[in-house]
């Protein structure tokens, strides 16, 4: 049983459905506006450039229209939590985004980057912990890192946020401890 929470965050995808709706509706917006500029001014465009859109924005709508859909008919549920002495992650089927963390064993919060042939890489927010673990933290849900981290610093004031990005750049330099 969970002890009362100083933190929770609770966002199901039905919820976030919207997002896709609101995608489909700027495709179609988008396909509007050049629908309605290429019979207003006929020729103006490059018959190219109308053809394609057409065809792109067309398939974005149906496709963002089908998650949309599919989204708010699932069930599916992202937790985050903060007790006293844990920090519990649920992210729907995937297992590598969901954990449960003893707050004692967190190092710091930290954003990640690694740094690759094609450049710089996404920056990821994560936990370090002191046996030197890191887990990723999704805010595809729309969590809040600073919300978590003052939850957890309530009852461990000693854990922060690093405040520089955490660079990589494989076979050259490793995240720093």
Not at 61 to 67: D, E, M, Q, S
Not at 158 to 163: C, G, L, M, N, S
Request: proline letters at 5%.
């Amino acid at each position: 049983m969970l002890k009362t929470p100083l933190y929770e965050y609770e966002k199901s995808l039905k919820q976030r459905a919207i997002i896709f709706f609101n995608m489909c509706a700027m495709s179609l917006l988008y396909l509007a506006g050049i629908v309605g500029y290429d019979i207003y001014k006929p020729g103006a465009m490059p018959e190219d450039l109308v053809f394609w859109s057409k065809i792109i924005f067309s398939i974005a709508a149906i496709i963002t229209l089908i998650i949309g859909i599919k989204a708010r008919k699932s069930d599916k549920i992202y937790r985050a939590i903060v007790t006293t002495d844990r920090l519990i992650i649920e992210y729907p089927d995937v297992e590598q985004w969901s954990f449960d963390l003893p707050l004692k064993d967190i190092k710091r919060f930290e954003k990640r980057q690694a740094l690759g042939g094609g450049g710089p890489g996404i920056i990821h927010d994560g936990i370090l912990m002191k046996d030197g673990t890191y887990h990723e933290i999704s805010v595809n849900y729309g969590v809040s890192i600073g919300k978590m981290l003052k939850a957890v610093q309530r009852t461990h004031p000693d854990i922060e946020q690093r405040k520089t990005i955490n660079k990589s750049a494989p076979g050259i330099k490793d995240y720093d401890d």
